[in-house]
């Protein structure tokens, strides 16, 4: 898989050859960006961009992720597709108009989620934590999926499920970092804000998978599509929040790589500061890089490619009817 590139500096990105050229704000020294094997690139800081870089970036296949004000998702600057098929959308609506089919992809994605964040708990409690009540609540919610249940439900049995696994939170994690309720717009604390951080690159993320496809991004089942957002990179980013963006979290609070003092508070939000951002999205990306042996290609891929694949089964679930597995974390 091609790598991501974080742009932190506020400045001016423009092309210079076949290259990508960061002037920074501050007369700092010129930076030099490589656009070979460039996935997409995230912008964290204040960043100028014309035309011509995007014209670039486009032949080039590659996406830029902005991030604005308290470092939100902003939106993103989307490249040609990799693939377009009249007959994917077709269906892709088709499955969206069809209340039953609708249901039966809420489901399996619900279901995924909950098996995904049961996983983290129990990978935790064979390691001196008590989260036996959690994986019970987690075990009563994956009970409740049903496809008969309207969308709707399906959303509140997913938002149930991951209310009781954001208690574990409070056993893995130091007093420090206590998740007391979810909050965010705008985060008023530092677990809030990494939650809030890490769930934003994995949508990013996913953003970039299903563009790779002729899938339409604004076109999903579990979500409501709206529209100023891309729906069904939320379908997808749910089942691997627990994956990456929650294990990343974990390890870098506990392995002490992020204290207090990684972030800055401002009328009333929590923000990781330069600092913290640049060391969660080493951490993240990094973990994107990481490989593992996929049962039925018989070869290993990165994590990263995992959320393409994700976008390529429910494609061909689309097309051919094939049963969608959702990802379910199997090592």
């Not at 990179?233 to 627990?242: G, T």
């Not at 689309?318 to 959702?326: A, K, N, Q, R």
């Amino acid at each position: 898989m091609d790598r991501n590139y974080h742009v932190f500096s506020d400045g001016r990105l423009e092309r210079s050859d076949d290259t990508l050229r960061l002037v920074p704000d501050d007369g700092g020294e010129k930076q030099y960006i490589p656009v070979e094997n460039a996935e997409a690139f995230f912008l964290h800081g204040q960043i100028d961009f014309n035309t011509r870089l995007m014209s670039f970036l486009n032949d080039r296949t590659v996406a830029l992720h902005v991030f604005g004000w308290e470092d939100y998702y902003s939106g993103s600057v989307m490249p040609k597709r990799g693939q377009t098929s009249g007959k994917t959308v077709v269906n892709q609506v088709r499955a969206y108009e069809d209340s039953e089919h609708r249901r039966q992809l809420a489901a399996a994605i619900v279901r995924g989620s909950i098996h995904n964040m049961r996983t983290n708990v129990v990978y935790y409690n064979g390691r001196d934590y008590d989260l036996d009540d959690v994986i019970e609540d987690l075990e009563a919610a994956a009970a409740r999926v049903n496809e008969s249940l309207p969308v709707d439900e399906l959303l509140g049995v997913e938002a149930t499920a991951r209310k009781a696994y954001y208690r574990s939170f409070n056993e893995i994690l130091p007093s420090e970092f206590q998740l007391s309720r979810r909050e965010y717009n705008p985060p008023p604390n530092e677990i809030n804000s990494l939650i809030s951080f890490g769930n934003s690159l994995v949508y990013a993320n996913c953003v970039s998978a299903i563009r790779a496809t002729a899938l339409d991004p604004t076109i999903s089942y579990l979500h409501e599509p709206g529209e100023r957002r891309y729906s069904l990179s939320l379908d997808i980013a749910d089942l691997f929040k627990p994956v990456l963006a929650d294990r990343v979290l974990f390890r870098l609070v506990n392995r002490n790589q992020i204290s207090d003092t990684d972030f800055e508070t401002e009328l009333g939000s929590c923000l990781l500061n330069e600092s913290g951002r640049k060391t969660y999205t080493k951490a993240f990306e990094e973990t994107l890089e990481r490989t593992v042996e996929h049962p039925s290609l018989n070869r290993k891929v990165s994590y990263q490619y995992l959320m393409r694949l994700e976008a390529y089964k429910l494609k061909k679930h689309l097309l051919t009817g094939e049963e969608y597995d959702p990802f379910q974390r199997w090592w």
